[in-house]
C-alpha cells in the first residue's frame, strides 16, 4: 500500500512568488491536513480537507489555501510569499480526521524563500 | 484550547540504557494519543499510539503509558539502539480535525 506522497520534495522561491504543494493520501482516505514545521514554532496546523470540503483551519494568514479534489489529492497554495514562509510543509492522510484517528504524514515539502 | 508540553527537549542516553520522554495536555475530552518519530530528512512516522481507554500499550522495545488523571502520557524505549537516534513528539487531539504536537524531543542514543 502506497504511503503519503508529497511533492516537489524541495522548492525555493523568492519574496513575492506563489508556490503550490500538493499531496496525494494513502489510497482509501479521504482526510488530508497540512502543517507548517519550523524550528521556532515547531508542527502548527495550517487546514484539513474532508471530501473536498475545509472543515477546520489554523491561524494562518490567507494567503495559505488549499483545495482537496475528489479523488481526495489535496494542493495548498501560498502566495506572495515572505522570508518566513521558509518551512517543511506536511500533509498528513487518514480515514476520517476526527479525534482518535491514525494520521501518517509524507515526506514533506521543503520550501526555501529568498 | 488544547496545549501540549512535552519534556525533555533533548536526551542522550548511552546504547541499552532505556529513554523516557513525558508530555502533558490540557483538554481532559481528549482520547487518542499518537507518538511520532521523524529522522533527518523525513516525516514523522506514526510509532506508537495509545486510546483513553487502555493506560499502558506495548510494541517491541517501545511502549507508552497514560495516566488520564494526571493528563500526561509517555513514551519508554528499552534496550536503545543507534537508529533510535531521532526527534519524537508526541500529539494530542486539538479540538476537531487537528492534533496539537509537543516541541519534540532530541534523543541521541551513544554508542
Known amino acids: 500500500k502506497a504511503g503519503v506522497t508529497q511533492t516537489p520534495r524541495y522548492l525555493i522561491k523568492t519574496r513575492g512568488q506563489q508556490v503550490t504543494l500538493s499531496c496525494s493520501p494513502i489510497?482509501?482516505?479521504?482526510?488530508v491536513s497540512w502543517y507548517q514545521q519550523t524550528p521556532g514554532q515547531g508542527l502548527q496546523f495550517l487546514f484539513e480537507?474532508?471530501?473536498?470540503?475545509?472543515?477546520n483551519k489554523g491561524n494562518f494568514p490567507g494567503r495559505f489555501s488549499g483545495r482537496q479534489f475528489s479523488n481526495s489529492r489535496s494542493e495548498m497554495n501560498v502566495s506572495t510569499l515572505e522570508l518566513g514562509d521558509s518551512a517543511l510543509y506536511l500533509c498528513?492522510?487518514?480515514?476520517?480526521?476526527?479525534?482518535?484517528?491514525?494520521?501518517?504524514f509524507g515526506q514533506g515539502t521543503r520550501l526555501t524563500v529568498v | 484550547g488544547e496545549n501540549v508540553e512535552q519534556h525533555p527537549s533533548t536526551l542522550s542516553v548511552q546504547e541499552g540504557d532505556s529513554a523516557v520522554i513525558k508530555c502533558t495536555y490540557s483538554?481532559?475530552?481528549?482520547?487518542?494519543f499518537p507518538w511520532y518519530k521523524q529522522e533527518l530528512g523525513k516525516g514523522p512516522q506514526l510509532i506508537i499510539d495509545?486510546?483513553?481507554?487502555?493506560g499502558e500499550k506495548k510494541d517491541q522495545r517501545i511502549a507508552v503509558t497514560l495516566n488520564k488523571t494526571a493528563k500526561h502520557f509517555s513514551l519508554h524505549i528499552t534496550e536503545t539502539q543507534p537508529e533510535d537516534s531521532a526527534v519524537y513528539f508526541c500529539?494530542?487531539?486539538?479540538?476537531?480535525?487537528?492534533?496539537?504536537f509537543g516541541t519534540g524531543t532530541r534523543l541521541k542514543v551513544l554508542a
Open positions: 498528513a492522510s487518514s480515514s476520517g480526521g476526527g479525534r482518535g484517528t491514525e494520521a501518517f
Open positions: 489510497s482509501g482516505h479521504r482526510s
Open positions: 480537507y474532508f471530501s473536498e470540503t475545509q472543515r
Open positions: 483538554d481532559s475530552a481528549s482520547n487518542y
Open positions: 495509545i486510546r483513553s481507554n487502555v
Open positions: 500529539a494530542a487531539p486539538g479540538g476537531t480535525y487537528k492534533y496539537i
